[in-house]
């Protein structure tokens, strides 16, 4: 699953820290879901969509989809 978390994040002016202390989490989910290599529980996916003002399918989206 491919995602837009960091370029989101950087919109909305949060750092990885800032995002993950929001959210709860680690640094380093927040380095591994950015970098494709951590697919989040539903919940994570639903609270990150919450704070970020976006859909969850906006955020994440499968291999070959085209990016939202």
Not at 3 to 8: A, E, F, G, Y
Not at 19 to 33: E, F, G, H, P, Y
Not at 48 to 55: D, I, M, T
């Amino acid at each position: 699953m491919q995602n837009i978390v960091r370029q989101l994040r950087k919109q909305a002016g949060l750092r990885q820290e800032d995002l993950a202390k929001a959210l709860d989490v680690s640094r380093q989910t927040i380095i591994a879901m950015e970098n494709n290599k951590y697919n989040p529980t539903l919940e994570l996916a639903m609270r990150l969509a919450r704070l970020l003002g976006q859909p969850v399918e906006t955020i994440f989206f499968l291999e070959g989809e085209e990016t939202p």
